[in-house]
């Protein structure tokens, strides 16, 4: 099984680095956010709740945009009917669409975060970019694992481009809430962790229970 | 056993609020049972239809 | 088939939530802080809770669809679902004006509990287009459950979430724990409670009776016309 998931992972790696289709859409998308919100809050710098706040808002509206982009390669080539018929574990699938786009996430975040540090953000990251990365890993990981869920569910749907957006975000709720509390210290100009344990714990336990429940339902979801 | 005397229903400020709300629960299900029962007079008209034309 | 017992679950259910209002109007006493809009507290709450529970029971159903392929368990998840967000509806009335009544202000994000129903309804609101865009209607069942499943398991998650994050920045202002309550408010919580819990079960079984005879209905005439089809005049 998973080396079905490998296989598919690097047809969808490969397909990505050559087409260059959805991490340089999501990175460009969150510039351009980190540019909206500069004139729409009319501020040069943001710290503390409200720089958490931008970054991790921008952040998930660019994984909207990954989520709806996660099969697309099968619908359009009609690859779909292809990995349905081969003897492929659904779970298989679901790692290797999960890891696709927590790779994409890495991809985007490399850029976007030191964008933010540059363009938005007062303190800069520096002594606390440790717990950052921490943040930033566990929230990738819940992310790609309620997207690809999100994903199956909204692939067989003719508005697939409306329904992705309506059913990740408030999903992703908590992960927000947890991502952004634990963030926010460390974007203060007095930085430094707060709280860290509680909100790593809770932003544990959703990954922990989403990857579950995805993993427990995808057999039933691309079955035909 | 504290017993309120009767439950004298303040038509100042805080009883138009209560009103409201115990309205709205009582609108959700009224509005609800209606549209229930507008479904089965539908069903009962074209069962009734239906068996008039089996004969 | 889903008709059973609904006839004396009505009758309970009114007697109960008549007896309800009755408390809440004539027994329970005045609270010494809200006075009395904290009355509407015995319709909201219960209200809120049963949703939440509505919620859970989709997902649940969902389960129990998604194990036996029984449709009949769809159907179930389904109306629950529907009725939660009915009933949420109310919820997020009630508490509109409660919070009107008691702060001011028709909306306040200090009130975790309301602020977590918020997100919960969103979400679910997304089930109907979900189920509504996928056309096979089997494919539709199943996507509905494994929907209701996750969103199901999402539910305590967030309110969590939502209650650590309020709890930091906010006191938590229209607290009603269940353990606070004095002894005649407990009464009269718990047979609001009870009522609309009635309230539920009793229109989801009138609901999906009406759903089944609706189904059947149109089998019928689907069957009627075919066979009329196969037999050349």
């Given at each position: 099984m998973l080396r079905a998931a490998a296989t598919i992972l690097r047809k969808d790696l490969l397909l990505e680095l050559r087409t260059?289709?959805?991490?340089?859409?999501?990175?460009?998308?969150?510039?351009?956010?980190?540019?909206?919100?500069?004139?729409?809050?009319?501020?040069?710098?943001?710290?503390?709740?409200l720089a958490s706040g931008v970054l991790w808002v921008t952040l998930l509206l660019?994984?909207?945009?990954?989520?709806?982009?996660?099969?697309?390669?099968?619908?359009?080539?009609?690859?779909?009917?292809?990995?349905?018929?081969?003897?492929?574990?659904?779970?298989?699938?679901?790692?290797?669409?999960?890891?696709?786009?927590?790779?994409f996430l890495v991809a985007v975040e490399l850029v976007a975060v030191p964008a933010y540090d540059l363009l938005l953000l007062g303190p800069g990251l520096g002594g606390t970019l440790p717990e950052l990365l921490v943040i930033l890993l566990l929230a990738n990981l819940g992310i790609a694992a309620v997207g690809a869920l999100v994903a199956a569910l909204a692939a067989e749907t003719r508005t697939r481009e409306l329904i992705v957006p309506l059913l990740l975000l408030p999903l992703l709720l908590p992960l927000l809430i947890s991502c952004a509390q634990a963030t926010e210290p460390l974007m203060r100009t007095d930085q430094g962790p707060e709280d860290l344990g509680r909100w790593l714990g809770l932003?544990?336990?959703?990954?922990?229970?989403?990857?579950?429940?995805?993993?427990?339902?995808?057999?039933?979801?691309?079955?035909? | 056993m504290t017993w309120l005397a009767a439950?004298?229903?303040?038509?100042?400020?805080?009883?138009?609020?209560?009103?409201?709300?115990?309205?709205?629960?009582?609108a959700l299900i009224l509005i609800y049972v209606a549209i229930m029962a507008a479904k089965l007079v539908r069903i009962d008209r074209e069962l009734t239809q239906l068996a008039e034309e089996d004969e | 088939?889903?008709?059973?017992?609904?006839?004396?679950?009505?009758?309970?259910?009114?007697?109960?939530?008549?007896?309800?209002?009755a408390l809440v109007f004539f027994y329970a006493p005045l609270d010494a802080d809200q006075g009395f809009v904290q009355k509407i507290f015995y319709i909201h709450v219960p209200m809120a809770i049963v949703a939440l529970g509505g919620f859970v029971a989709g997902g649940i159903f969902g389960i129990r669809h998604l194990r036996s392929g029984d449709a009949a368990w769809d159907l179930r998840s389904y109306v629950a679902i529907h009725l939660s967000i009915i009933l949420g509806l109310g919820v997020l009335v009630t508490g509109a004006i409660w919070a009107k009544a008691s702060w001011g202000h028709y909306w306040v994000w200090d009130e975790p509990v309301l602020v977590s129903f918020l997100v919960v309804f969103l979400l679910y609101c997304v089930y109907f287009p979900l189920r509504f865009a996928i056309e096979d209607p089997e494919r539709q069942a199943r996507y509905s459950s494994v929907f209701a499943i996750t969103a199901g398991a999402f539910v305590p998650l967030n309110f969590t979430a939502v209650r650590l994050a309020e709890a930091?920045?906010?006191?938590?202002?229209?607290?009603?724990?269940?353990?606070?309550l004095p002894g005649e408010m407990r009464l009269t919580f718990l047979v609001a409670l009870a009522g609309m819990i009635l309230l539920f079960v009793t229109l989801w079984k009138l609901e999906l009776t009406a759903k089944h005879a609706a189904m059947q209905l149109k089998k019928l005439r689907r069957r009627r016309a075919e066979r009329r089809e196969a037999v050349p005049a």
């Open positions: 260059k289709e959805a991490v340089p859409a999501m990175t460009l998308f969150t510039i351009t956010v980190y540019v909206l919100f500069h004139f729409g809050l009319d501020r040069n710098a943001l710290d503390g709740d660019a994984a909207v945009i990954g989520v709806t982009r996660l099969f697309a390669a099968e619908r359009e080539q009609g690859g779909i009917d292809a990995l349905l018929l081969a003897p492929v574990d659904r779970t298989a699938l679901f790692l290797a669409k999960a890891s696709a786009l927590f790779l932003l544990t336990l959703y990954d922990v229970v989403f990857v579950l429940v995805s993993v427990a339902v995808f057999d039933f979801l691309l079955e035909d | 439950p004298a229903l303040p038509l100042d400020e805080a009883g138009k609020y209560v009103a409201a709300a115990y309205v709205v629960f009582l | 088939m889903f008709s059973k017992g609904l006839a004396p679950l009505a009758i309970a259910t009114v007697v109960t939530l008549t007896a309800a209002f930091l920045t906010h006191p938590r202002v229209l607290s009603q724990t269940g353990g606070d």
